[in-house]
Nanobody
Framework: QVQLVESGGGLVQAGGSLRLSCAASRSIFSINDMGWYRQAPGKQRELVASITIIGRRVNYADSVKGRFSISRDNGKNTVYLQMNSLKPEDTGVYYC??????????WGQGTQVTVAS
């Protein structure tokens, strides 16, 4: 059974930090690159950060480069997203999933991040 459980979101002032966590079922975590996706209000879901299976290569959307950091703990089947210097435009629901993923994939409930100006 596929499971993706995101946590760590919240309300933060601009310039603040949050650390998101996502616990995934081993069946998908151990054999896939993983990523964090963001869906801002009124916008399509976008991939903001990704990490390869053993964590040797990471990629970031230009909008978050230098501020966000993705990591994974393969022993815990968990992927993290450290978000620093948050901006109001980072507001949205954050999801983790395999990379690539589309709307036909199973998605968890996501975690809401709200950045106040």
């Amino acid at each position: 059974q596929v499971q993706l459980v995101e946590s760590g979101g919240g309300l933060v002032q601009a310039g603040g930090s949050l650390r998101l966590s996502c616990a995934a079922s081993r069946s998908i975590f151990s054999i896939n690159d993983m990523g964090w996706y963001r869906q801002a209000p009124g916008k399509q879901r976008e991939l903001v950060a990704s990490i390869t299976i053993i964590g040797r290569r990471v990629n970031y959307a230009d909008s978050v480069k230098g501020r966000f950091s993705i990591s994974r703990d393969n022993g815990k089947n968990t992927v993290y997203l450290q978000m620093n210097s948050l901006k109001p435009e980072d507001t949205g629901v954050y999801y983790c999933n395999v990379v690539p993923a589309n709307l036909d994939n199973y998605w968890g409930q996501g975690t809401q991040v709200t950045v106040a100006s």
